[in-house]
C-alpha cells in the first residue's frame, strides 16, 4: 500500500505520495473542497493528516474511499518532522507526515465522530458560545453597577436580571448610559437565543433512545445527555470505565518520584464543557437530591475526603453509569450505583 501525507489548508492541501519502498510517486497541490474526490480515485492507501478543522470532513472522506486513515494530534506532529529545524512548508510537511506514515504503523489518532455527532456538537457549542458571550456582557455590566456602589443579588440568567439593572440605573444621578442600555438589550437576545437552542436540544435528545435511557438517572437531563452521547460517538471507544474516567479528566494526577505515590489535583485534559456539564450536575443532584442512593454514596466520601472530592466522585459515577448503561443497554438502578467501586473513588483530588 502507498503512504499519502496531506497538509491540510483552508483553500489547497499538498500531498504527498510514497511507494510502500520509500520512493515519492507523487507531489502535488489540490483544492481543498476536491480531496475528497481526489481520494476517491486513489488506489487503497495509507493516509496520515495533522488534526485541524477541516480533518474531521476529510478523514470521513478518506475512510469511505477504503483508505486506512489517521488523523495524528496537533501536539504530536513536531516529534514526525513537521517543521523541522524551524523550516516548514506544505510540501515538505505532507512529506515528513507520508514519511512517517512508511516507518510506523502504529501512528497515534483522534477519533473521527460520526457525522450525526458532529452536526449535534454544533448544537452543544454554539449553546456553550452564547452562555460564554451572555456571561462576559454580565460581567461588564455588573462591574459598572460597582463602580456605583451598587450590588444586585441572584444570578444574571433572565430578563429579571435587566430589569433589576434598570431598575437601579434609574435611581442613579446619571441614569442608564445608552452603552448599558445596549449591554441589556444584547444580554436580552442572547437570553432568547439560549433559550431556542435549549429547546432544540431537548427535542434532539428527547428523540433520541441513548438519551432518553440517561434521563432517567438523577441529575442527568438534555444537556447532559446530549453532549455525552455527542462528546463520546460511540461507547466502544473505551475499555473499561476507568478509561472513560481519564478520557474526562475527572482522575486524580500523579507525581510519584523515589518510589513515594503522590495524587494530585484532577488532571486537565479532555473536553472541558463536558466535565463542567457532570461537575454541574453532580452539584444539582447533590442538593436538590439529598436522600438519593448515589448522593448517600458521595456524603459517606465526603466524610473522609471532603465536599469537593465528593463532588468530583459523584460526577465520575455519573459518567460511569452513563457510559455503562448506554454500553450494555441497562436501565438504571440506583442500589447498584451507589454500591459500586467505593474504594477507588473515595482517593479522588478536588478539582
Request: with cysteine; aromatic share 4%; proline share 4%.
Amino acid at each position: 500500500m502507498n503512504h499519502i501525507g496531506i497538509d491540510l489548508g483552508a483553500t489547497h492541501s499538498h500531498v504527498v505520495v510514497l511507494s510502500a519502498s520509500g520512493e515519492l510517486q507523487l507531489q502535488k497541490k489540490v483544492k481543498t473542497t476536491e480531496l475528497p474526490h481526489w481520494l476517491q480515485r486513489q488506489a487503497a492507501s495509507h493516509v496520515v493528516m495533522e488534526a485541524c478543522t477541516q480533518s474531521p470532513a476529510i478523514g470521513r472522506a478518506a475512510r469511505e474511499a477504503r483508505h486506512v486513515t489517521k488523523i495524528v494530534p496537533a501536539q504530536f506532529v513536531k516529534l514526525l518532522g513537521v517543521g523541522a529545524r524551524g523550516i516548514k512548508t506544505d510540501g515538505r510537511d505532507a512529506g515528513a507526515l507520508a514519511r512517517a506514515s512508511l516507518h510506523n504503523d502504529q501512528l497515534p489518532s483522534v477519533h473521527v465522530r460520526s457525522e450525526q455527532s458532529y452536526s449535534r456538537r454544533e448544537l452543544i457549542s454554539s449553546r456553550a458560545l452564547l452562555v460564554k458571550s451572555r456571561r462576559s456582557i454580565a460581567v461588564s455590566i455588573k462591574s459598572w453597577l460597582r463602580g456605583r456602589l451598587v450590588m444586585l443579588r441572584g444570578r444574571a440568567s433572565s430578563h429579571v436580571f435587566c430589569d433589576a439593572v434598570r431598575k437601579a440605573a434609574l435611581e442613579q444621578p446619571d441614569g442608564l448610559p445608552i452603552a448599558i442600555e445596549l449591554l441589556l438589550q444584547s444580554f436580552e437576545h442572547l437570553t432568547e437565543q439560549i433559550a431556542a437552542l435549549d429547546e432544540l436540544i431537548s427535542n434532539v435528545a428527547g428523540k433520541d433512545a441513548v438519551c432518553e435511557r440517561l434521563m432517567t438517572i438523577p441529575g442527568v437531563g438534555p444537556q447532559i445527555a446530549l453532549a455525552f452521547v455527542t462528546h463520546l460517538d460511540c461507547p466502544g471507544r473505551f475499555g473499561s470505565a476507568d478509561e472513560l474516567a481519564s478520557y474526562l479528566a475527572l482522575v486524580p494526577g500523579e507525581a510519584t518520584t523515589g518510589g513515594k505515590v503522590v495524587r494530585t489535583r484532577t488532571i486537565k485534559a479532555g473536553p472541558k464543557y463536558l466535565k463542567a456539564l457532570l461537575i454541574q450536575a453532580a452539584w444539582g443532584l447533590w442538593r436538590s437530591r439529598p436522600t438519593d442512593p448515589v448522593v448517600l454514596w458521595a456524603r459517606a466520601i465526603a466524610d473522609k475526603r471532603g465536599n469537593c472530592t465528593a463532588i468530583v466522585a459523584l460526577a465520575r459515577k455519573l459518567a460511569t453509569m452513563m457510559w455503562s448503561m448506554w454500553k450494555h443497554g441497562t436501565a438504571y438502578n440506583p442500589a447498584q450505583a451507589s454500591s459500586m467501586r467505593i474504594r477507588v473513588e473515595s482517593h479522588s483530588a478536588p478539582s
